[in-house]
């Protein structure tokens, strides 16, 4: 499965931007999908995921209210919307298929490209 990352780009602090994950001729439908982020000299945080069928989902407590996750069952696609942003959500995004828990994402397995999110202040 081959993932791409979409959606990102500049933003001032407090404004909104929408992530798309979607994969090359194949629908996200049956997979558990994640999306990390990872800032320059920090290491890679989960940010949220989405089950295959319950559609039940993960939040960090850095992203919880502000971020939401949902899948575009007919495009076969994943999205994180991400409002409020915030300076600190400076990162590169990235989806990737695994396992969605309760208590975070594991068991990652295909990865996309990441896309850039810069929040300017």
């Known amino acids: 499965v081959q993932l791409q990352a979409s959606g990102g780009g500049l933003v001032q602090a407090g404004g909104s931007l929408r992530l798309s994950c979607a994969a090359s001729g194949a629908t996200l439908n049956d997979y558990g999908i994640g999306w990390f982020r990872q800032a320059p000299g920090k290491e890679r945080e989960g940010v949220s995921c989405i089950r295959t069928n319950s559609g039940r989902t993960y939040y960090a407590d850095s992203v919880k209210g502000r971020f939401t996750i949902s899948r575009d069952s007919a495009k076969g696609t994943v999205d994180l919307q991400m409002n409020s942003l915030k300076p600190e959500d400076t990162a590169v995004y990235y989806c990737?298929?695994?396992?969605?828990?309760?208590?975070?994402?594991?068991?990652?397995?295909?990865w996309g490209g990441g896309t850039q999110v810069t929040v300017s202040s």
């Open positions: 990737a298929t695994l396992v969605c828990s309760d208590y975070g994402p594991y068991g990652m397995e295909y």
